[in-house]
């Protein structure tokens, strides 16, 4: 009986633990995280920059032009005088941006506030820059639309060149 016992008592021993082992065998392991990634607007750099190219159709008319490498330029026309004087104004646009292309929209004329003196078109060379580095060039034109006129006449012009961040 002793015998029997033993053996009984080994096999409900190895049952238990096959039963335990099996139980604890598996498991299940988990990794949990979140991240952020926040706008910087030092990575896109896109600005004017280098010297501005004038085209005049008198040279009786003079200029001031600039844009201090940033993203505003500015110009001053004074000496027209007669219908179809033209300035043409030629800025470089560069997108030193370290790793997004740029994508410029058409340039449009905001603000001509006379245009019945004067008529303002403006364009790009290209609208996509490479990042580190591209350029395209910007034109804005401004003509003497009417003579003759009996005071001076003068208007002010406000040009928007839209560029945006492009990873792909």
């Known amino acids: 009986m002793k015998k029997r016992t033993g053996i ?3 096999l409900i021993a190895v049952l238990a633990l096959g039963i335990g082992y099996a139980a604890v065998s598996a498991v299940t392991l988990t990794i949990t995280g979140s ?3 926040s706008p910087d607007q030092n990575n896109f750099d896109v600005h004017y920059t280098g010297n501005i190219t004038v085209t005049k159709s008198n040279n009786d008319i003079t200029t001031t032009q600039s844009h201090n490498d940033a993203q505003e330029g500015t110009f001053n026309i004074e000496g027209m005088t007669q219908k179809g004087d033209t300035v043409t104004f030629t ?3 560069i997108n030193d941006s370290e790793d997004l292309k ?3 929209a058409a340039p449009t004329v ?3 506030s006379n245009s019945t003196y004067f008529t303002v078109e403006t364009a790009t060379a290209d609208n996509t820059l ?3 580095g591209g350029t ?3 034109t804005v034109t401004v003509t003497a ?3 003759p006129v009996e005071d001076d006449e003068t208007t002010s012009v406000t040009i928007e060149l839209v560029a945006s961040p492009d990873n792909s």
């Open 8 to 10: 009984l008592g080994v």
């Open 145 to 147: 639309a009417k003579t």
């Open 102 to 104: 740029a994508t410029l």
């Open 130 to 132: 490479t990042a580190n």
């Open 91 to 93: 800025y470089t646009v």
């Open 136 to 138: 395209t060039t910007q």
């Open 35 to 37: 991240g952020k990634i």
């Open 110 to 112: 905001k603000t001509n």
